[in-house]
Every structure is written in C-alpha cells, then in structure tokens.
C-alpha cells in the first residue's frame, strides 16, 4: 500500500546544479501531476501528465522539465537549480479519465538552493 | 477557467468550538468538489467530495460541507474541533470533463489550542 512515493525526501542544492525529483504511483492511475508548494500560495501546478505518454505545462512551469517515464513513474527535472525553486514539491496522481477522482499525494520533496 | 477563493486564510479556535471554513469557486459548468487536509509535516489527505446528489456531504473525523449551486459555495464545517485537527485545509474544484486538472484554493491553517 505505497500509493505515491517521492525521493528524495530532502535536498539542499547549490545554485546552477541539476537534480531530478523521482515520483512513482503504484495505483495504476493515468494520471499524474507535479506541484509546489509555498506559503500562502497554496499548490501550484508545474506540469501533469494525462496519460502515459503525454505531458503538459501547468501554471509554474519556468525552470523545470518532466518525464513520464512510464504508466508508473513521473519525474521533475530541475535543469539549472534558483534560490526561487526552494520549495516543497509535490507529485500527486488521480484515477482514470474522470473529473470525480481525487487525487493522491506522496509526502513531499524538501528542497532549499543555497 | 476556474478560480476557488477561501476566504480565511488563518483561523485559531478553542477545542469544542464549531468550525466553519469558507470556499467558493467561479465557474460556470458542472464542478466536483473536494476539501483535502494536510497535518503538519505531512501530505494532504482527501476530507470529503462531493459530485452530484446530496448536497450535505460528510467525511472522515467528522466533518461535513454543503454544496450551494446558488452560492458557488463548498464550505467545510465540524461542530466541535480538537487539538488533533490542527492542519491546513484545502478546497479544491474540478470542472466535469475536460483536462481532469483540479484548481485548489490557497489554503487555511487551523491552529487548536487544547
């Protein structure tokens, strides 16, 4: 009973470095979606994946790329790490095709850029 | 597109005081609706949804929150809180159909004093 399950749980980083954000769901949904999370701006979408094969931007999606590597997986890239990044990320993922499924979170990625 | 408003954004309570968390939502079509808790340090976690029918929906730990179609509204209420409620509380919509992206509120942080 995994359910979402995000690595890794914490990350310092050095401005200008790379890291990958690994995300993976175990519910067999087709759905998957990647948020961050700052005080007192809610949840904010940076990409989702609809299906496998397919993904698109969110409403933060400046500085990061994603991989849906398979039905399971959904990875978030940051390709050139900003103290504006430091954040809380996180992956979610919902049921098949219907606007009534809720969603599902992992526990989150601590990250801070020195 | 959609737009969810929670109208406080900080609320401290006494245990045993009744609780009611305002959310309301601009869209124009059919919406689901949904209230997600996350303890501190934690993930957020599904209260309760609502898609059609009874508009009085009750969830886990005792809370419950009413649709008003006439209103826009989702409010969230438990007629008595605990210290154990403390968290920050989340109102969520997602439109019927389409991109299956939900839009959530900014949150409310509920503090419990025992």
């Known amino acids: 009973n995994a359910g979402v399950t995000q690595t890794p749980k914490f990350q310092v980083l050095k401005t200008g470095q790379s890291m990958t954000l690994q995300c993976a769901q175990d519910?067999?949904?087709?759905?998957m979606y990647w948020y961050r999370q700052d005080p007192g701006m809610g949840l904010r979408l940076i990409y989702y994946?609809?299906?496998?094969?397919?993904?698109d931007k969110g409403e933060v999606p400046n500085g990061y790329n994603v991989s849906r590597l398979n039905k399971r997986e959904f990875s978030l890239r940051l390709e050139s790490a900003a103290p504006s990044q430091t954040s809380v990320y996180f992956c979610?993922?919902?049921?098949?095709?219907?606007?009534?499924?809720?969603?599902?979170f992992g526990d989150g990625t601590r990250l801070s850029i020195l | 597109a959609q737009s969810v408003s929670q109208h406080n954004h900080h609320v401290i309570l006494s245990e045993a005081a009744s609780l009611e968390l305002g959310c309301n939502y601009s869209y124009g079509g059919t919406v689901n609706l949904f209230w997600y808790v996350q303890y501190p340090g934690q993930h957020l976690q599904l209260l309760l949804k609502y898609f059609s029918g009874d508009p009085l929906v009750k969830g886990i730990k005792g809370f419950e929150a009413e649709f008003i179609k006439s209103k826009f509204s989702f409010n969230l209420r438990k007629p008595s809180v605990q210290w154990s409620d403390t968290a920050e509380y989340f109102c969520a919509v997602m439109p019927w159909g389409g991109s299956y992206i939900p839009t959530f509120g900014r949150g409310t942080s509920l503090i419990v004093h025992p």
């Open positions: 994946s609809a299906s496998e094969g397919t993904t």
């Open positions: 519910m067999n949904h087709n759905s």
């Open positions: 979610a993922s919902s049921g098949r095709g219907a606007s009534n499924q809720p969603q599902h």
